[in-house]
């Protein structure tokens, strides 16, 4: 390993690209949001959706704003969170790794310039379009970068079992989502979601800190991979039913679950996302538990359906999974505010 250049410190790079006094009310009123929804203050439903992986900031921000007069019209009954997910998680190391690592996807990694860039680009979701956003915790250390502008992390299915996931989401002020491992294995997923609840005394980019324990740990469903390769759901009513009587024995605090449309629920077909999302709206309707812990739903979606193949360069249109275009997407979430 070659040490290539020392980088700034999180504060450096805060003070160089500061958050507006608006934006940063913004955030303060998405969080309270958020957090009601969560705690069942609020009885409106979660919507995090966006791109697979925000790769253009062009085209990410003409996205959320599209998403503003949306949420707008929906505002009494969907509480949206754009899904800006800046680094990727690769289960081979090979492929794009998100525009922390390469600011443009088609040059040499950069991670000065990733690290400036995936800031601005929040910045502008918030100046922008009044949305502090939701981004994955790939690197634990990495938070502080963007801790004053996210309202919502999720921890992937393959660091939900790490120690230093797990304590840093303990330290978090906002919702942390666990998802469950790409095994299936509930029990991780639970176990995550404790240890995150919980205080804790552990080193974090080289200081000794203490947490005080994050309420807003949840549960995220994405199904999973058996030991053939073969995907299986984990959204059907059985399933959710299930969470129940999991949550039921834990005492956990605010029990709560969104539910990934995309990933293996879906085994990554895109269309199957508008089924499945009222399918689990269904299943609500029918179960008052399920009912109680379902708080939101997670869709993948950007500008043009599908995913961008060999060569090509379409502008708003995924480089790494195939999501919803924005047509489909307006359309869903009119259908989920009226379903609620």
């Known amino acids: 390993m070659t040490m290539k250049r020392e980088l700034f410190e999180p504060q450096e790079i805060k003070e160089m690209y500061p958050i507006s006094d608006s934006g940063a009310e913004h955030k303060r009123r998405n969080d309270a949001a958020i957090k009601a929804v969560l705690d069942g203050t609020s009885d409106k439903f979660i919507l995090i959706i966006g791109p697979c992986s925000a790769d253009h900031e062009e085209s990410v921000i003409d996205y959320i704003k599209r998403l503003r007069p949306v949420q707008d019209k ?173 949550y039921q024995q834990s005492n956990l605090k605010n029990p709560a679950v969104i539910v990934d449309c995309n990933h293996s629920n879906s085994g990554k077909n895109y269309m199957e996302q508008i089924r499945i999302a009222k399918e689990v709206l269904h299943s609500m309707r029918h179960n008052d538990g399920i009912n109680r812990i379902v708080k939101g739903l997670m869709i993948e979606s950007y500008i043009e359906d599908g995913a961008q193949g060999p060569g090509e360069c379409t502008y708003g249109k995924s480089i790494t999974d195939p999501c919803l275009g924005w047509k489909k997407t307006e359309r869903l979430i009119y259908d989920i505010a009226e379903l609620r």
């Open 74 to 246: 929906v505002a009494d009954k969907l509480v949206i969170i754009p899904r800006v997910y800046t680094n990727k998680p690769r289960t081979t190391g090979a492929g794009y790794k998100g525009m922390l690592h390469q600011p443009n996807p088609v040059a040499d990694p950069d991670i000065l310039k990733g690290l400036i860039s995936i800031r601005r680009m929040h910045m502008k979701a918030i100046n922008e379009a009044g949305f502090s956003c939701a981004d994955e915790m790939l690197y634990p250390e990495n938070h502080q970068f963007l801790s004053d502008l996210l309202s919502y992390v999720a921890v992937g299915a393959r660091s939900v079992e790490d120690q230093q996931h797990r304590l840093t989401a303990s330290g978090l002020d906002i919702p942390v989502g666990m998802k469950n491992p790409t095994s299936g294995d509930l029990s991780v997923m639970m176990n995550s979601i404790r240890a995150a609840q919980g205080d804790h005394t552990f080193i974090y980019r080289n200081w000794e800190v203490e947490s005080k324990g994050n309420p807003y740990s949840h549960a995220i469903l994405r199904g999973y991979v058996d030991s053939h390769g073969t995907t299986h759901p984990n959204y059907h009513y059985e399933d959710l039913s299930r969470l129940c009587d999991l």
